[in-house]
């Protein structure tokens, strides 16, 4: 009878960790950037952002070519809608706006230069 009850219990543990891992995803949006108001060469610098969600919770890091990788944190809402303020040091910040959702997934980093897209499941 232990023995059921432990299998049993093993058995729980093992769907529940099924059930969580599903809910991880990963995504990935490589590109240049737009101007904004006072700037005129983000056409130029190439960015990778990397976004993670595990449940509610969206990761995302992200490095201009020849910068520090940064990062942001955010909770997305029932709508897959997500928005986050990344500190690029000092008094600069970028902020993040996105959505999650089947077929129209996006992020935008909106700063000293525009950059984001739809992103691509990885």
């Not at 432990?6 to 991880?24: E, K, P, R």
């Not at 737009?34 to 060469?41: E, F, L, P, Q, R």
């Not at 709508?79 to 986050?84: P, Q, V």
Request: proline letters at 2%; one cysteine or more; a positive charge.
């Amino acid at each position: 009878m232990i023995r059921v009850v432990v299998l049993g219990g093993a058995m729980a543990g093992l769907l529940f960790t099924g059930a969580a891992q599903a809910q991880t995803a990963a995504y990935n949006w490589t590109g240049y950037g737009v101007n904004v108001a006072g700037s005129s060469k983000c056409p130029t610098y190439k960015m990778v952002i990397d976004v993670t969600v595990e449940g509610n919770s969206v990761k995302g890091l992200f490095q201009q070519e020849g910068r520090p990788q940064r990062h942001f944190e955010a909770t997305k809402d029932a709508g897959g809608l997500f928005k986050a303020k990344a500190d690029l040091g000092g008094s600069s910040s970028m902020d993040v706006t996105g959505s999650l959702k089947d077929g129209d997934s996006k992020v935008l980093l909106d700063g000293y230069c525009k950059f984001g897209g739809p992103l691509t499941k990885k």
